[in-house]
């Protein structure tokens, strides 16, 4: 056995390019030497599948194509025209038609030399020249945070992408031809690109990743996908890349043994069995393989679907003939088992997988589908365009079903129109199209598929419906049975949703348990919408209790001119907005009936008993009189009735300038000043009332506007990569110095996050809080209370 060690860079890179081509089924191109060879092996591969002969199209294009780029170079040196015509035998790889072989090959030429659209046009017709002109327009198209416009520094990324997305799926939309052409374009250059910089190597990478994997995977092109994941990984994981590389090659040999005599041993219960089928191992592809070590914490070793068994037959029903015979012959692992036959993935995938105990133990998957399928499967929205023979023997094309299969871009088009915020659409494009992550699909009672971020619960999916269904949502079914509403949807489940007009509406902590930011920004819209008299009720409750606690008369305080203050402080319409804001927990009572307070003792004297802590003389004459020393305080708190006293402040709620304080006499510290909505200040109010005592802010013109203050949030969120990152941007755009942060994740994927900095007032927190709020996976911002 060969070790490691053993292995050069180029025998790891043509073990991993037999590798991936054994994986995805298109083979490179690296035999061909000159342009006449691959133009030769280009119109081989089309005769195996175009009925037709003529090839009066390709041969004009390739003519074009190369007159047009003689001279030309690229990096490697080798000449320009081998680009164009690898992305052209891609495209014939994937059986597509001749003009999309021609566009495939003319795609450069428009930017690159001096042919004209209208020259193109004539020379070509209108389908050739207008799928050229869709892949110009999006070969300008720049699609990651790292390349930004260069004529405008200060351009928006989010913007820009947003921009840029949109247009691409506009072009989709008119022919998906287009994409389907740029996807061979960029598989290409992937191949080719250890002839770029570093820096260009790991932007395209990412872009490749981000957008045009995702966008294969969606068409279900499986033949580019999986080559493209390899390829990005080569380039944006390189030391894990190349360690299972030699990895793979370590143990290839037994693996194949291994691999060739389970397929020997199926083929023998199949053809027993007088099914007609054809039988082959199939190799997991580097891509999948990391990902999986990585997710689930194993070595290559414990992957037991490194290697799978694929069998393709000619019917459906010789499908679950054939599933039969394997689970009578081998003992399937229970909760291993998939039907996509009869529940197909949304890019159109169809088969049956099933994970089963080999004779020696080592368990080893099972695909079996029928040829269509497989054709489906690889070829995926390109499987459209087949060819069949007419009356004069020319070839026509056929795209019957492609409308019906391309529903979540029409869905994505109805969102640009109802969008002009681009925040909103990438949103919505992230998250609920899924798009660039991992998804689920359920069912309504009446057969409708929903599709949801993975991890959502009948909440989100009863706000994919309507609002006015996730609003009076009461409960929900699943698979005909009552689950909770945090139940986390599978694929395939049907769901119920139950309603009643006897609802309340949504409840708060459903923002803590919804995935979709569809239903966060719905049941969001709802509480800054409704004003429903059991809101204002509890509000009324809870600030009576508050004022009851805190020994406060709130009779004497709850007139007119007092609420007026209050609702001109927060900016509320009218007193009754206030109370339902408190009721379902926008704003605390603590903060309205302190205010109050403090605007009812400016209009009255209150009295200082002898049992007042400290019982000072000083205080006493100083609180007879009303009046208050007006020198200016080092903490810039002033302490009624006294003063050169040491004055802190608590760690628990770090109040900061703005807030309503309160002073509490410690035992031999002086005065500890904590916010009034302070948990244990609440606490203490209760059983040492008699060490409470009044305190307030210094007037600003007294205060030492240089001074600042600690203070800190708790951020409530879905954990994401790139979280901290945003949300420590929002610090350093507002000049806030961070002093600390904590973080932990539940295993739920809710994160909290808390950030520690230092601030001059209550003004900047607020506008903290409603930046972060805005960032994408935030669910909730909020001060520590103690």
Same mark, same amino acid.
């Given at each position: 056995?060969?070790?490691?060690?053993?292995?050069?860079?180029?025998?790891?890179?043509?073990?991993?390019?037999?590798?991936?081509?054994?994986?995805?089924?298109?083979?490179?191109?690296?035999?061909?030497?000159?342009?006449?060879?691959?133009?030769?092996?280009?119109?081989?591969?089309?005769?195996?599948?175009?009925?037709?002969?003529?090839?009066?199209?390709?041969?004009?294009?390739?003519?074009?194509?190369?007159?047009?780029?003689?001279?030309?170079?690229?990096?490697?040196?080798?000449?320009?025209?081998?680009?164009?015509?690898?992305?052209?035998?891609?495209?014939?790889?994937?059986?597509?038609?001749?003009?999309?072989?021609?566009?495939?090959?003319?795609?450069?030429?428009?930017?690159?030399?001096?042919?004209?659209?209208?020259?193109?046009?004539?020379?070509?017709?209108?389908?050739?020249?207008?799928?050229?002109?869709?892949?110009?327009?999006?070969?300008?198209?720049?699609?990651?945070?790292?390349?930004?416009?260069?004529?405008?520094?200060?351009?928006?990324?989010?913007?820009?992408?947003?921009?840029?997305?949109?247009?691409?799926?506009?072009?989709? @939309?008119?022919? $998906?031809? !287009?994409?389907? %052409?740029?996807?061979?374009?960029?598989?290409?250059?992937?191949?080719?690109? +250890? #002839?770029?910089?570093?820096?260009?190597?790991?932007?395209?990478?990412?872009?490749?990743?981000?957008?045009?994997?995702?966008?294969?995977?969606?068409?279900?092109?499986?033949?580019?996908?999986?080559?493209?994941?390899?390829?990005?990984?080569?380039?944006?994981?390189?030391?894990?890349?190349?360690?299972?590389?030699?990895?793979?090659?370590?143990?290839?040999?037994?693996?194949?043994?291994?691999?060739?005599?389970?397929?020997?041993?199926?083929?023998?219960?199949?053809?027993?069995?007088?099914?007609?089928?054809?039988?082959?191992?199939?190799?997991?592809?580097?891509?999948?393989?990391?990902?999986?070590?990585?997710?689930?914490?194993?070595?290559?070793?414990?992957?037991?679907?490194?290697? @799978?068994?694929? $069998?393709? !037959?000619?019917? %459906?029903?010789?499908?679950?003939?054939?599933?039969?015979?394997?689970?009578? +012959? #081998?003992?399937?692992?229970?909760?291993?088992?998939?039907?996509?036959?009869?529940?197909?993935?949304?890019?159109?995938?169809?088969?049956?997988?099933?994970?089963?105990?080999?004779?020696?133990?080592?368990?080893?998957?099972?695909?079996?589908?029928?040829?269509?399928?497989?054709?489906?499967?690889?070829?995926?929205?390109?499987?459209?365009?087949?060819?069949?023979?007419?009356?004069?023997?020319?070839?026509?094309?056929?795209?019957?079903?492609?409308?019906?299969?391309?529903?979540?871009?029409?869905?994505?088009?109805?969102?640009?129109?109802?969008?002009?915020?681009?925040?909103?659409?990438?949103?919505?494009?992230?998250?609920?199209?899924?798009?660039?992550?991992?998804?689920?699909?359920?069912?309504?009672?009446?057969?409708?598929?929903?599709?949801?971020?993975?991890?959502?619960?009948?909440?989100?999916?009863?706000?994919?419906?309507?609002?006015?269904?996730?609003?009076?949502?009461?409960?929900?079914?699943?698979?005909?049975?009552?689950?909770?509403?945090?139940?986390?949807?599978?694929?395939?489940?049907?769901?119920?949703?139950?309603?009643?007009?006897?609802?309340?509406?949504?409840?708060?902590?459903?923002?803590?348990?919804?995935?979709?930011?569809?239903?966060?920004?719905?049941?969001?819209?709802?509480?800054?919408?409704?004003?429903?008299?059991?809101?204002?009720?509890?509000?009324?409750?809870?600030?009576?209790?508050?004022?009851?606690?805190?020994?406060?008369?709130?009779?004497?305080?709850?007139?007119?001119?007092?609420?007026?203050?209050?609702?001109?402080?927060?900016?509320?319409?009218?007193?009754?907005?206030?109370?339902?804001?408190?009721?379902?927990?926008?704003?605390?009572?603590?903060?309205?009936?302190?205010?109050?307070?403090?605007?009812?003792?400016?209009?009255?004297?209150?009295?200082?008993?002898?049992?007042?802590?400290?019982?000072?003389?000083?205080?006493?004459?100083?609180?007879?009189?009303?009046?208050?020393?007006?020198?200016?305080?080092?903490?810039?708190?002033?302490?009624?009735?006294?003063?050169?006293?040491?004055?802190?402040?608590?760690?628990?709620?770090?109040?900061?300038?703005?807030?309503?304080?309160?002073?509490?006499?410690?035992?031999?510290?002086?005065?500890?000043?904590?916010?009034?909505?302070?948990?244990?200040?609440?606490?203490?109010?209760?059983?040492?009332?008699?060490?409470?005592?009044?305190?307030?802010?210094?007037?600003?013109?007294?205060?030492?506007?240089?001074?600042?203050?600690?203070?800190?949030?708790?951020?409530?969120?879905?954990?994401?990569?790139?979280?901290?990152?945003?949300?420590?941007?929002?610090?350093?755009?507002?000049?806030?110095?961070?002093?600390?942060?904590?973080?932990?994740?539940?295993?739920?994927?809710?994160?909290?996050?808390?950030?520690?900095?230092?601030?001059?007032?209550?003004?900047?927190?607020?506008?903290?809080?409603?930046?972060?709020?805005?960032?994408?996976?935030?669910?909730?911002?909020?001060?520590?209370?103690?």
């Amino acid at each position: 056995m060969r070790l490691l060690a053993d292995y050069s860079t180029e025998e790891l890179e043509k073990i991993a390019d037999k590798f991936r081509s054994d994986t995805s089924g298109i083979r490179g191109t690296k035999d061909f030497t000159s342009p006449e060879e691959l133009y030769d092996e280009l119109k081989k591969e089309i005769k195996k599948y175009h009925p037709s002969d003529d090839t009066s199209l390709v041969d004009k294009a390739y003519r074009v194509a190369y007159d047009a780029h003689k001279g030309q170079a690229r990096k490697s040196g080798e000449p320009y025209i081998i680009h164009p015509l690898c992305v052209a035998i891609i495209l014939a790889e994937l059986e597509l038609d001749k003009e999309t072989i021609a566009a495939g090959l003319l795609h450069d030429v428009l930017e690159d030399t001096i042919m004209t659209m209208d020259e193109m046009r004539a020379e070509f017709g209108d389908d050739v020249a207008h799928l050229v002109d869709g892949v110009t327009k999006l070969k300008h198209l720049h699609l990651t945070d790292s390349t930004k416009d260069p004529k405008d520094k200060n351009a928006d990324r989010l913007e820009m992408q947003a921009e840029n997305l949109r247009k691409m799926f506009l072009a989709m @939309a008119k022919d $998906i031809r !287009v994409i389907l %052409i740029k996807l061979a374009d960029r598989l290409h250059n992937m191949r080719t690109l +250890k #002839y770029q910089s570093k820096e260009a190597q790991q932007r395209i990478a990412r872009e490749t990743q981000d957008i045009y994997c995702p966008i294969a995977q969606r068409l279900g092109i499986s033949k580019i996908k999986i080559e493209l994941e390899d390829l990005c990984m080569k380039y944006l994981y390189p030391d894990a890349y190349y360690d299972l590389v030699e990895k793979v090659a370590l143990r290839k040999t037994e693996r194949d043994t291994y691999i060739q005599g389970l397929v020997n041993d199926v083929k023998k219960y199949v053809s027993d069995a007088g099914i007609k089928a054809e039988i082959y191992g199939r190799a997991k592809h580097f891509f999948s393989i990391y990902k999986k070590m990585v997710n689930q914490d194993k070595t290559i070793d414990q992957i037991y679907d490194l290697f @799978a068994i694929r $069998i393709l !037959v000619d019917t %459906i029903p010789d499908c679950y003939a054939v599933l039969g015979i394997i689970h009578e +012959k #081998y003992k399937p692992i229970p909760g291993r088992f998939k039907d996509y036959i009869a529940m197909p993935k949304q890019n159109m995938y169809q088969s049956l997988h099933t994970t089963l105990i080999g004779p020696s133990g080592q368990p080893f998957e099972i695909q079996i589908r029928t040829y269509e399928m497989h054709r489906t499967a690889e070829y995926g929205i390109a499987a459209h365009w087949k060819y069949k023979e007419t009356n004069n023997g020319n070839a026509t094309t056929t795209t019957v079903t492609e409308e019906e299969k391309l529903s979540w871009l029409r869905q994505i088009l109805e969102w640009q129109q109802d969008m002009s915020d681009n925040k909103e659409f990438m949103t919505l494009l992230k998250s609920d199209l899924n798009l660039f992550s991992d998804n689920v699909f359920a069912f309504t009672p009446s057969g409708d598929v929903k599709n949801l971020p993975k991890g959502s619960t009948p909440i989100d999916f009863a706000y994919s419906i309507h609002s006015a269904v996730g609003n009076k949502m009461v409960g929900a079914k699943v698979n005909g049975k009552l689950v909770p509403i945090d139940y986390v949807i599978k694929n395939g489940d049907q769901i119920e949703i139950i309603t009643s007009q006897n609802s309340k509406g949504p409840s708060r902590d459903w923002l803590k348990v919804v995935k979709s930011t569809q239903a966060k920004n719905k049941i969001n819209q709802w509480f800054r919408s409704e004003l429903k008299e059991e809101n204002i009720q509890h509000g009324k409750d809870l600030i009576a209790a508050y004022a009851k606690a805190k020994g406060i008369n709130f009779a004497e305080i709850n007139k007119p001119e007092y609420q007026e203050k209050i609702r001109r402080k927060y900016g509320f319409h009218d007193w009754n907005s206030c109370l339902a804001t408190v009721g379902h927990g926008g704003l605390k009572e603590s903060q309205i009936v302190n205010r109050m307070y403090d605007e009812y003792k400016k209009d009255h004297v209150v009295p200082v008993t002898d049992a007042d802590v400290l019982g000072s003389i000083a205080e006493k004459q100083q609180a007879a009189a009303g009046t208050q020393p007006e020198h200016k305080s080092k903490s810039g708190i002033v302490v009624h009735g006294l003063y050169d006293v040491a004055v802190h402040f608590s760690k628990c709620c770090n109040p900061v300038p703005g807030d309503e304080i309160v002073g509490f006499v410690t035992r031999g510290r002086g005065i500890s000043i904590h916010r009034t909505d302070c948990v244990n200040i609440i606490n203490l109010s209760k059983i040492e009332k008699d060490r409470l005592i009044e305190a307030e802010w210094q007037d600003t013109a007294l205060m030492d506007n240089g001074a600042e203050y600690q203070a800190d949030l708790k951020i409530f969120c879905h954990d994401r990569p790139g979280l901290l990152v945003d949300i420590t941007k929002i610090f350093t755009e507002k000049e806030i110095n961070i002093s600390g942060i904590q973080s932990k994740t539940s295993k739920q994927g809710i994160a909290t996050i808390e950030v520690f900095f230092n601030i001059k007032g209550r003004d900047q927190i607020k506008v903290l809080v409603e930046k972060l709020r805005q960032i994408e996976s935030v669910i909730d911002v909020e001060r520590t209370t103690g």
